[in-house]
């Protein structure tokens, strides 16, 4: 292969990377990927394939194998070349993966089917596109008809024919040899020894080096390969150099392990570790007053010990209420990779930086933007942002700042109109990403491919001004239904799928509906009802194609709990544990658009309220209690009616609340009856004073006085934590709280019975 030798020669002289497309049938492309690698002298290089393929050679016996769905471990990591053998599957996120690795002057090897037949094709990918009733058959190969498009017209990307031995294009752009960036200096004032600025490699790793040595809250951006953990390792060694304690986080170790080999490498170099570590992993460096120290992120928010300053490393892809609990350190930086091939980081600029403005803190940014490990504009970094759309943005903000409910025009966008149309595509999907916080290279596959998926958009002349995503689920065939109920988890179909599998509701499968995936309006045309007013779109929309419900399930907060009942969705499910990615219980929500629809809602609501008291009274004890309330509030309960189900206090009960209400009688002695009257009120929420009660009714039970229903009747917490969190001087004077709400109640809800004890003891 002489051709992989001048495309690796040419590769080193720039300092640049180049692609080698081997397309043709799978075990040709794979022997000749073995001579390409031989031919260009390459002794490290990764696989990414089926376990039983290989690139069998003599000389290549070193060669690591992963397959596709392990391509996280090549994260933070480099290599001369990685092989992605896309015979059987075409993995978005290994391709990705795989690019991030190679270093400069290395080469990225691509085993494909004929160019021509590739998109017609349907692989071990497409299988997992095709939810629940769809098929793979069903799966479009947009995809991969745009990823072809790509390899013919981009620089650096070298096409053989392996069926013909045809070289269909060289791939050689005969750049001039790369240039040694001047040596970066140490500033004037520098506090951090020399020996820190000495080992960056560019002035920005210099310039995000000095930005630690004073500093309260520090953002450094970058695109992958640019050294911002290298800069985050070296100014951590300075610091523990000087006494500080540093907790480094990040989704998981190997994120944060070039950040402790530098940091080792130049404290080292300082003659400054107090205790040897030579592993190739290493977790805590102590100097002789400080240290660099390695935690999980869940443990991590707790700031064990003397914590004075936290790191979080990719912080991009952690939840953003971790990231906040960080905050409570005396400094804290996050490093974040804004065009990441694991997940892209924009949603944490649109997540976060709300949470950093309202912190009060002082916050300093830092963008690097130099490359490293290989040239600027290298070719296949400039490939790989256009083919996986990892550069897609918004429209700017001009284009949409007028956008309102009257000037906007909805539109189905179609898949095939976004692959015709690339400026709609990278508008629409980069307006998605900011919707959410981890958006992956598959997620774009997903949104061009999947036949259940549809996007729906809000255009401002032309230019997206909302967006939403949305997924088909429901109408399942009875076996499939009864397999789920028996325990089978089914993709792509998340709705029926807990309403079957954890609600016990075998006919939850049964309507067919629009899942929300995403909705996203753009930051400059944001709080005009925009998102609300597409959302009504979609509905109409929905009933027309004769669909039942909407749905969407989501990491719940107290606002998003709240817009999403404001657009008529209730409350159906919360989970009873932590979403890994948003790091919130999940709320599951229902809008019914047929009778079915309105059917499957009010099931679930009824049952929703029967099991929550028992959920929120045990793995929901800890769930932010103006989480618990919106939820409760967008359930639609009427708490002024006589549901036996939710209100069925005995007059006994009657008496031990009207008796607390007049410190006759102590909430302990029957706290069933409270818990019972917290979930009747909170699920109707307050009353909104249209003259419906009788006069002399109280009006509202405060949002204090329902926290302390949540925390205390619903939650079970313990009266000192209690008394703690709601900011009670004292346990005595939160139990009295307690009896005015209850009083409260007993006037609004009570018999005239319960009225009249109270009246007595009074």
């Known amino acids: 292969m002489e051709l992989a030798a001048r495309l690796r020669a040419e590769a080193r002289r720039a300092g640049e990377r180049r692609l080698l497309v081997l397309a043709g049938a799978a075990d040709r492309t794979r022997e000749r990927a073995t001579d390409a690698l031989a031919a260009a002298g390459v002794t490290d290089a990764t696989y990414l394939g089926p376990a039983d393929a290989s690139l069998a050679s003599p000389t290549l016996d070193s060669t690591e194998h992963l397959p596709l769905d392990r391509a996280t471990e090549l994260l933070g990591t480099t290599r001369e070349a990685v092989v992605v053998d896309c015979q059987e599957a075409c993995g978005p ?384 065939p009875a076996e499939l239904r009864a397999r789920m109920y028996a325990g089978e988890r089914v993709r792509g179909n998340m709705v029926p799928d807990v309403l079957t599998t954890q609600c016990r509701d075998e006919r939850a499968g049964v309507p067919v509906g629009w899942r929300v995936l995403r909705i996203a309006t753009h930051p400059a045309a944001r709080s005009r009802g925009l998102g609300s007013l597409l959302l009504e779109r979609v509905r109409s929309e929905a009933g027309d194609r004769d669909l039942d419900y909407l749905g969407v399930g989501y990491g719940a907060t107290p606002a998003l709990v709240d817009f999403w009942a404001d657009n008529g969705f209730g409350t159906v499910h919360l989970s009873t544990t932590r979403n890994e990615r948003s790091g919130e219980h999940s709320a599951v929500m229902v809008a019914p658009v047929s009778a079915a629809g309105r059917e499957l809602l009010d099931r679930h609501t009824g049952w929703f309220l029967r099991r929550v008291p028992g959920m929120l009274a045990d793995p929901l004890s800890g769930v932010d209690p103006d989480v618990v309330r919106a939820a409760l509030r967008a359930t639609g309960h009427d708490p002024d009616s006589t549901d036996a189900s939710v209100l069925d206090l005995s007059a006994f009960e009657w008496r031990v609340v009207a008796g607390t209400a007049e410190g006759a009688a102590i909430f302990d002695t029957a706290p069933r009856p409270f818990r019972r009257l917290a979930l009747h009120h909170l699920a109707g929420g307050a009353d909104t004073g249209d003259g419906s009660l009788p006069e002399g009714t109280p009006r509202e039970v405060d949002a204090r006085a329902e926290r302390l229903l949540v925390l205390k009747a619903l939650q079970a917490r313990p009266w000192p934590e209690v008394a703690d969190a709601l900011d009670y001087p004292s346990t005595a004077e939160c139990k009295r709280a307690m009896g005015r709400v209850a009083g409260s109640l007993v006037d609004r809800y009570g018999t005239e019975a319960a009225r009249e004890d109270r009246r007595r003891l009074r």
């Open 93 to 476: 996120n290994a391709i990705g993966r795989a690019v991030g690795a190679v270093d400069g002057g290395g080469l990225l090897l691509l085993l494909t089917p004929p160019l021509d037949d590739w998109p017609d094709r349907r692989d071990g990918f497409d299988a997992t596109l095709a939810v629940p009733p769809f098929e793979r058959a069903d799966v479009s190969g947009h995809f991969r008809r745009r990823l072809v498009d790509t390899l013919w017209v981009h620089r650096g990307v070298a096409v053989v024919d392996v069926d013909t031995g045809a070289v269909e294009r060289e791939g050689l752009t005969d750049p001039p040899p790369r240039r040694r960036p001047p040596d970066p200096e140490p500033p004037d004032d520098h506090r951090f020894p020399a020996a820190a600025y000495e080992a960056c490699l560019t002035a920005d790793q210099a310039g995000a080096v000095a930005a630690f040595e004073e500093f309260e809250t520090l953002v450094l951006e970058a695109d992958r390969g640019r050294g911002k953990s290298s800069a985050a390792g070296l100014a951590a060694a300075c610091l523990a150099r000087e006494g500080r304690d540093v907790l480094v986080t990040a989704p998981a170790y190997r994120n944060a392990r070039e950040l402790f080999v530098r940091a080792r490498e130049l404290l080292a170099d300082l003659d400054a570790l107090a205790v040897q570590d030579d592993s190739e992993n290493p977790r805590k460096l102590e100097t002789a007053d400080g240290q660099v120290r390695f935690l999980p992120p869940a443990e991590a928010v707790e700031l064990p010990g003397d914590t004075d300053v936290a790191i979080a490393d990719e912080a991009a892809a952690l939840p953003v209420a971790r990231l906040e609990a960080l905050l409570d350190a005396p400094a804290a930086a996050f490093a974040t990779t804004v065009h990441g091939y694991e997940g892209a980081g924009r949603g944490f600029d649109v997540r976060f930086r709300d949470r950093l403005a309202e912190s009060g803190r002082d916050v300093r940014e830092v963008h690097l933007s130099t490359p490293i490990r290989y040239a600027p504009a290298d070719p296949v970094e400039v490939w790989a942002f256009r083919a996986l759309a990892l550069d897609a943005r918004p429209a700017v903000d001009p284009l949409v700042a007028d956008a309102a409910p009257g000037s906007v025009v909805y539109r189905r966008l179609p898949s095939d109109e976004l692959l015709a149309d690339e400026h709609l595509l990278r508008e629409a999907f980069g307006l998605l990403v900011t919707a959410h916080y981890r958006t992956e290279p598959d997620d774009l596959a997903r949104l061009l491919d999947a036949p259940n998926v549809a996007v729906r958009a809000l255009l401002q002349d032309g230019h997206v001004a909302s967006v939403a995503l949305l997924a088909q689920e429901g109408g399942l």
